[in-house]
């Protein structure tokens, strides 16, 4: 019987494949998460995964470099938010200003005529 020996890709110039990758469940309980959830973000979200003999595999760089882009998208959409909400800010004072001093005007006993 032959002994194989063990063949080193980095030695024929090729990297090897990432041998660290999520399985759905452990991405799942990474995020805190139902599986279904997992396989919701990856079909409808765009979490990136790849198929290893038909089943989903995460790479976790993948799905750190996912998140961070979120976190970005979700920030840059809050501060515009802040920025739309700024502008409107005094309008919205004043119109609450004259409303205040219509009804003040409303309500005041009307000055008899002498």
Do not use: D
Request: aromatic share 4%.
């Amino acid at each position: 019987m032959h002994k194989r020996n063990p063949v080193h890709p980095e030695e024929f110039g090729v990297l090897p494949v990432p041998q660290f990758l999520l399985t759905v469940a452990q991405a799942a309980a990474a995020l805190n998460m139902a599986q279904s959830s997992v396989y919701e973000l990856m079909n409808e979200e765009g979490l990136p995964y790849v198929l290893v003999k038909g089943a989903k595999r995460i790479s976790p760089q993948a799905l750190q470099i996912w998140i961070n882009q979120r976190q970005c998208s979700t920030i840059a959409a809050l501060q515009q938010q802040l920025r739309a909400s700024a502008m409107e800010t005094p309008a919205s004072a004043s119109e609450a200003e004259k409303s205040r001093k219509r009804r003040t005007r409303s309500t005041q006993a009307p000055k008899k005529a002498s």
